[in-house]
């Protein structure tokens, strides 16, 4: 089952013995150049994990079997590097790995995830269509994207048997968006280890459910915390899961390990319309609802720092200027006019949802 996390200074040894014995199937495959060549250096790698662009994949002894490195090439993420130890292939971790890039990639407003593989290899291409990528026409390959595949081909692979792939990750014209959630919880001291069980069934069942498009365990961090990261095909999956008879049972069996109940996220403005604590449905309101709620509690915000700030402080340098605004803004939005706002209006923002 993957539990995946962030990737820890000094834990580079281990990445580069799973590139190696990852790199030794190319040589079966006629690859042996790939087999050959030298895995990333310890310091690449410590700069990833400083970075946060590092992720490793565990094993249920919670120690690092497969990891991915993204870059951002073109304003998309790129997977730079994605590697399962062969012991470990076929149980869904290079998957898990990509949901972990999806999510961050989402995160940060990027459009899409870019890679470059072997057309012709059956992990490779092949697989990542199967996730949801497609192969790129020389148009559409960007400057940058260009740029990596030339150091390939100068790296000795052979530019006929590659190809640069991308899945877009912003949704179709018309179809909903708010189908990625993060559940973000501790254990119960004395629980951490019947809690990660408990974790592993959850995701389990997710996947199976009906328009799951990933799922993955993110954790223990240094602090005992835990992400579950679901990220369904649309609202209706997401709600369908979220109202099943089979996660009910499961979230009953885990308040027992918990300390507190689940903090909830999702992405953009509907972290703003938080349900309860305690709630059970994740679904956000309209998005009109969103909008028409947003604007009302944003202009009044503006219009009052541009009367009785914005005056006083013009002799401030232009950068600090322009970030006070925001600065300003989403934290008043965030931590004092929203909750107050969306627990006065819960029943008309929820009352076509339910």
Known sequence: MAVIRPTRLGEEPVLQEIEVLAGEQFREAGFPEVADD???????LATYARDGRSWVALDPANLPVGYVLVDIVDGCAHVEQVSVRPDHQGEGLGKALLGQVHGWARDRGLSAITLTTFVD???????????????????????ELRAVRAEETAHGLDPTRRTCMRADLQPAA?????????????????????LLQWTHRIVSAARRHEGNLAAAVVGPDETGQYQVVHHFRDDASLQSWLESTERADLHREGEALLEAPPDVQRTGLETWFQPPSGGQSMVPPPRWKMWLISLLAIY????????????HITHWPLA??????????????????????TRAL?????????
């Open 300 to 311: 009044p915000l503006v219009l009052a720092f541009q009367a009785w700030v914005s005056p």
């Open 38 to 44: 030298e895995p990333h250096s310890i310091q690449t």
């Open 121 to 143: 290899v059956s992990w490779n291409a092949p697989l990542y269509r199967r996730l949801g990528f497609r192969e790129l026409s020389e148009g559409e390959i960007g400057p």
């Open 320 to 341: 600090v200027r322009a970030a006070a605004l925001p600065l300003v803004v989403l934290t008043l939005m965030t931590f004092v006019i929203m909750p107050n706002v």
């Open 174 to 194: 018309g179809s909903d968006a708010g189908c990625s959630a993060v559940f973000t919880f501790r254990a119960r001291a004395g629980q951490e280890e019947r």
């Open 346 to 354: 819960r029943k008309w923002l929820t009352a076509e949802r339910r």
